[in-house]
């Protein structure tokens, strides 16, 4: 049914799978990585998953940031009655004889990013995980719109370039498929040419605002009450395309706006969206973005925390190697965020089983690939120390109730058999160690526009070794331990697997899967399959300790260490006094230069 008032000149919307405002984000992240068949677990998990929020106009009360973001940019340009933002499945009220455009955002359109494409294709389809179906859903709607040949369809994202990669735009009935940032000029003088009736190019590149003045942030209700803190990292990993935007960290006071509007509109979550929580308070002030900025820092997070009407708060992304430099830091954020943590786990030795659970990239435990692909990533540490930093890191972590999301990256470009065992050897040392995070194994994803976008590594779950299938399910048994969940929790999953094993991954992924997915049983001890050769059971060789990690620091970095890093995780370390290991007035190296010097 088309609205009798000649709907809205402009409609925005995205697939449900990523509006949806969840409890927690556990259930996007799984629609992400389970295939359509297995959305039965969510819905026993979650009854009302699909249930969303709308204001009194039909309108949508909670949308993905980037739209809000859109929504914004464009009521300036054309007026808040011109431009509505809803719900997939509202789309007929807002679609009338006056629309010109609909604009989708999507972060995850087809679901052939990192971290998703491996457990959709273990599980039967690398090809359909379940955001794929909403997604194809929405576009379903939009072509079979009576009044489709009258509006243009504008999609806008993180996740754009799947449908570009995939050559899918003409099967979706996309007109014109945005790279980049929808609040800049050029966004709005797009959208001018789609409403004149323009043929529009299937792609556009948009630029990235250079400048914090540039960049909008949500005034309304956002899914998961995601605001931008930040924009870029600096670390220069070459598989990375948020880093290929410039590192900005966007003023406190447009943030606490962001939130205050957030809260006002009904949202009591807030996460604050980055690539690195510990850069932000420490853009261009002259100390190596890489030390974090503890004052400031605690400052925003303890004002976010302290706004009335928030109940919640999370961090998104993070890096390892901040918690080596100030463990103090850690300290006191978590004093703030524990108690507004909506995360708990019955490991933890928080008084509430509180826990902190960033998404932080460690990738590999090859020094070898670690150097060549990420020889930013352990500043103002060594890369070669890549191992210590993260075991480390870990300590400090733990000891402060964070038990980070970790992802790995499987089958990387000329990953070898040695690379594999050297990223396994630091996993069972951190099992031995009594360390904890959740491993999140990945295949490899070539993204555009970053430095590895030319490169092939492997592409499906048949091409994966013996090792690296054993590195995939190595994690999965990790995170499986047991006083993480439920008690029958980790034995079901792996009857289950045996299950899936006997009944269809034995001849969807080929026979190098078999041992390592025993061993995932736990049918047979690792020890045995070991003493066969089934499995590699990993040894790290030494490690180095917080002070001689802070002592093989270059020189001119080791002025910037804090120096009371007496928090917990960082007593038997502590910094040597910076007086006196750097002469102050060092000029700071480049990072680019830094990033060079330790690779
Ligand atoms: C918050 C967040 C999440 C949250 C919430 C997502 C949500 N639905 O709101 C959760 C945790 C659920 C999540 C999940 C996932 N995420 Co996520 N997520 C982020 C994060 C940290 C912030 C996103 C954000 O809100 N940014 C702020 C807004 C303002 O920016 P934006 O979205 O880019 O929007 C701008 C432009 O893209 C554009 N735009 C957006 N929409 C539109 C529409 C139109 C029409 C136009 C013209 C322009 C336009 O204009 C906006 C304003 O400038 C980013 C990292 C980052 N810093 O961006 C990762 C990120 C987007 N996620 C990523 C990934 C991989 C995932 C997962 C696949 C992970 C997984 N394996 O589970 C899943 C997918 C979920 C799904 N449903 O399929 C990757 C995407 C990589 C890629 N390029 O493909 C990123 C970049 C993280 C990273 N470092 O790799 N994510
Ligand atoms: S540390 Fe993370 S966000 Fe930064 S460049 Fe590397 S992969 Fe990208």
Not at 355 to 362: A, Q, R, Y
Request: proline share 8%; hydrophobic share 40%.
């Amino acid at each position: 049914m088309t609205p009798a008032s000649g709907g809205k000149l402009v409609v925005l919307t995205a697939p449900l799978s990523e509006a949806v405002d969840a409890p927690n984000f556990v259930l996007q992240m799984s629609m992400a990585s389970m295939p359509k068949w297995m959305e039965f677990v969510l819905h026993l998990k979650y009854p009302n998953w699909q249930q969303v929020d709308r204001r009194a106009d039909g309108s949508a009360a909670c949308m993905p940031a980037g739209l809000r973001v859109v929504e914004r940019a464009l009521i300036r340009e054309f007026g808040a009655d011109e431009v509505v933002a809803c719900h997939a499945e509202d789309l007929d009220r807002f679609i009338g004889s006056r629309t010109r455009v609909v604009g989708v955002s999507t972060h995850n359109p087809l679901g052939v990013t990192f971290a998703a494409g491996i457990f959709a294709s273990v599980f039967g389809s690398s090809r359909d995980p379940i955001t794929s179906f909403y997604t194809k859903q929405l576009f379903a709607t939009l072509r079979a719109n009576p009044l489709r040949a009258g509006f243009k369809v504008i999609v806008g994202g993180t996740g754009g370039w799947q449908i570009v990669q995939t050559g899918t735009a003409e099967e979706l009935g996309v007109d014109c498929v945005v790279e980049g940032r929808g609040e800049t000029p050029e966004a709005a003088a797009l959208f001018r040419r789609a409403i004149a009736g323009e043929v529009l190019p299937t792609t556009v590149s948009l630029p990235h605002p250079t400048s914090r003045e540039e960049i909008l942030l949500p005034d309304s209700r956002t899914t998961f009450g995601a605001i931008e803190m930040t924009t870029g990292c600096g670390r220069r990993c070459s598989f990375c395309a948020p880093d290929l935007n410039p590192q900005i960290d966007l003023p406190k006071e447009q943030i606490m706006e962001a939130v205050r509007a957030h809260v006002r509109d009904g949202g009591t979550r807030v996460s604050l969206a980055t690539e690195d929580t510990f850069i932000w308070g420490q853009v261009g002030t002259g100390t190596p973005f890489f030390f974090p900025h503890r004052e400031r820092l605690l400052d925003l997070c303890t004002e976010v925390a302290a706004t009335p009407g928030v109940e919640t708060v999370v961090l998104t992304h993070c890096t390892l190697a901040p918690f080596v430099v100030d463990p103090r830091l850690i300290a006191d954020l978590s004093a703030v965020l524990l108690p507004k943590s909506p995360y708990h786990l019955p490991r933890s030795r928080h008084p509430q089983k509180k826990v902190v659970i960033p998404l932080i990239g460690l990738e590999t435990g090859s020094v070898r690939t670690a150097a060549k692909i990420m020889a930013g990533k352990a500043l103002p540490f060594a890369i070669e120390d890549w191992p210590s930093v993260v075991l480390e890191a870990l300590r400090i972590a733990n000891a402060n109730h964070w038990y980070p999301m970790l992802t790995l990256m499987v089958g990387s470009p000329d990953e070898t058999d040695e690379d594999v065992r050297a990223t396994l050897d630091l996993v069972y040392e951190m099992e031995r160690r009594g360390l904890f995070g959740f491993l999140i194994p990945s295949i490899f994803t070539p993204l555009p526009e970053t430095r590895m976008e030319h490169r092939k590594g492997v592409t499906e779950s048949r091409q994966l070794t013996p090792l690296q299938w054993q590195l995939i399910l190595k994690c999965w048994k990790f995170n499986l331990q047991p006083g993480q969940y439920i008690s029958w929790v980790p034995g079901a999953w792996r009857l289950g697997a045996l299950v899936l094993w006997a009944t269809r991954l034995r001849r969807l992924n080929g026979p190098n899967s078999t041992w390592p997915l025993m061993m995932f049983s736990g049918l047979f001890p690792e020890r045995l399959l070991a003493r066969y050769g089934k499995i590699y059971v990993g040894k790290l060789g030494a490690t180095k300790s917080r002070r001689e990690l802070i002592e093989g620091v270059r020189s001119h970095f080791r002025r910037f260490f804090p120096p009371d890093d007496d928090g917990p995780g960082g007593p038997e370390a502590g910094a040597a006094d910076p007086s006196k290991v750097a002469g102050l007035g060092t000029r700071m190296p480049p990072v680019d230069a830094a990033i060079r010097s330790t690779a």
